[in-house]
């Protein structure tokens, strides 16, 4: 199985980074012009493309691009005029930050939720859970970010505005995307746990424990609930690559300097060996994540097995 996945993974790389080249081919001398300023004249920017590399035959740049990409060598950006890999490296370790402190919350919230709401199936408990994970989800990143940015920036003014880190690392600056990014988020997980908990509490094998006089609390625990975390489990871990590249939205909006931003200004910009780069990753995080959720749900469910 990993062999199969390391393969079909390097396969979809080389695809989508041929595809991005080209894209790209076309806007080379727009680059140049964004390089050198609009009004560069049409020598300098040919000069430039010739200096850089730029007037190479597509296959040759694209191989040689591909042997380094590799081999750590991930050529240099045509934006910042730095190594694409020193340029990308703390942006990804921006996002890296970002996307863990999502994941971890929405887990624990969606989780616990889910659970409150499947074993009371049809309660109070249950409609008010339910009602907030709709509202929640309702609402696109931008215009949850626009209201806590109302509320926590110019009316409380407990939180700054952007997170560009232009001081350094600071937690205060993390608060606000991370929760708008939970409150998109958890909505999803929440109800997908609550339906696969109800379903679950209705199963032949959850009536026995509760007809053997079990405590609810221990037939929720060690009979309902590991079946029940099946699917979000599943869900949870393959949302890896939208936390990865999948939130421009919230970087973009909140001048967060992590991975998705880098990726969306060098695609406005042409910047083909940042996008390829960027693309080269997404896809590796995409193949990594649904391994861990083949080896996860192996495990939640035994009777699972992958040739």
């Not at 049409?42 to 200096?51: A, F, I, N, V, Y």
């Not at 659970?115 to 609402?139: H, K, M, P, Q, Y």
């Not at 939130?247 to 940042?274: N, Q, R």
């Not at 193949?287 to 939640?300: A, K, P």
Request: hydrophobic share 55%; proline share 4%; aromatic share 14%.
């Amino acid at each position: 199985m990993a062999g199969r996945r390391l393969a079909s993974m390097i396969l979809i790389m080389i695809v989508i980074s041929l595809l991005l080249f080209l894209a790209f081919e076309g806007d080379k001398l727009a680059l140049a012009a964004r390089v050198l300023g609009q009004y560069s004249p049409m020598e300098g920017r040919l000069q430039w493309l010739e200096d850089n590399g730029y007037n190479r035959p597509l296959p040759v740049r694209y191989i040689t691009w591909l042997f380094g990409f590799f081999t750590g060598d991930w050529n240099v950006s045509a934006q910042f005029n730095r190594p694409v890999l020193e340029f990308l490296a703390p942006r990804l370790a921006n996002t890296a930050i970002l996307g863990l402190c999502v994941f971890v919350i929405t887990a624990i919230i969606s989780l616990i939720l889910g659970v409150l709401a499947g074993i009371n199936e049809g309660g109070l408990r249950d409609r008010i859970i339910s009602i907030a994970s709709v509202v929640t989800t309702s609402f696109p990143e931008f215009a949850s970010g626009t209201f806590l940015v109302a509320i926590f920036v110019y009316w409380l003014d407990w939180f700054p505005g952007s997170s560009s880190f232009s001081n350094g690392f600071s937690v205060k600056e993390l608060v606000l995307p991370v929760t708008a990014l939970v409150l998109f988020n958890f909505g999803y997980y929440t109800r997908m746990t609550r339906a696969s908990m109800a379903e679950v509490m209705t199963s032949q094998y959850v009536r026995t424990a509760v007809l053997k006089g079990l405590p609810p609390r221990s037939v929720v625990v060690k009979h309902a609930l590991r079946n029940a975390l099946i699917a979000p489990f599943t869900v949870m871990i393959l949302q890896l690559n939208y936390l990865l590249s999948g939130i421009v939205v919230t970087e973009v909006f909140f001048a967060y300097d992590g991975f998705a931003k880098a990726m969306y200004d060098a695609a406005l910009f042409g910047d083909t060996y940042v996008v390829s780069a960027c693309a080269m990753v997404a896809v590796f995080v995409a193949v990594l994540s649904q391994f861990i959720s083949d080896v996860g749900y192996t495990y939640l469910n035994p009777r699972i097995r992958f040739s």
